[in-house]
């Protein structure tokens, strides 16, 4: 929305509720009837790809979006909800409209439609990044891919969430993720208890990840 002139912020703020998003919230999911779009204001959510529909605790996150992006902005150009499940990792607040009154608003504002359209490439360019990258990398590798991109999506300096949820993201054991984890605290890298992770070297945790 910070794209927008204030007076077209004012337009679809009016338009929108403001809503609590809570980790493990599934906001959308590929049999929804009424598609959503969710304007993040904070928190995050990925984008998850499940081996059965409604199943939320096997597959693989082939994205993530923060309080930089929308969600959803595909149905409201007609390409209906996808195959995506859209879960909440990182609790925060989101501006929600019915994607069928935003089409509305952009036949009556056409220069939305550029704004979206940036922001669905850059989000599947994201997605691309990230399948191949969980075909071609270690866990290790991957994890500390995914921790860097929640803390910039999330723009917090502690992460909450939980090994068996970083495991159901990267589609792959928990105790694949614990091992890594293991290894990266005692490296220096990273620290964690109970759920609540801190970055302690994030210059060596982007070589890492880099390719």
């Avoid at 599934?26 to 529909?53: C, E, N, R, T, W």
């Avoid at 290790?140 to 917090?156: H, T």
């Avoid at 939980?162 to 990266?184: D, F, K």
């Amino acid at each position: 929305m910070a794209q927008m002139s204030a007076s077209d912020q004012q337009l679809l703020l009016k338009n929108t509720r403001l809503v609590d998003l809570k980790s493990g919230d599934i906001l959308v999911s590929p049999s929804a009837k009424d598609p959503l779009v969710y304007f993040l204001s904070s928190g995050a959510v990925a984008l998850f790809v499940a081996h059965h529909q409604g199943q939320a605790n096997a597959g693989l996150a082939v994205g993530l979006v923060g309080r930089e992006g929308a969600l959803g902005l595909q149905a409201a150009v007609g390409m209906g909800v996808g195959n995506l499940t859209l879960i909440v990792q990182t609790q925060g607040y989101a501006h929600v409209l019915e994607a069928d009154r935003l089409r509305q608003l952009m036949k009556r504002h056409p220069d939305w439609l550029m704004i979206f359209s940036r922001n669905l490439w850059l989000m599947y360019q994201d997605i691309a990044r990230l399948a191949a990258f969980s075909q071609v990398h270690d866990v290790k590798r991957r994890l500390a891919d995914w921790l860097l991109m929640s803390e910039q999506r999330c723009g917090q300096a502690q992460l909450v969430m939980t090994h068996e949820h970083i495991a159901n993201m990267l589609g792959v054991r928990r105790a694949s993720v614990t091992l890594a984890a293991r290894e990266m605290k005692m490296q220096g890298l990273m620290d964690y208890s109970r759920g609540y992770i801190q970055l302690l070297d994030k210059p060596a945790l982007q070589k890492l990840a880099s390719p």
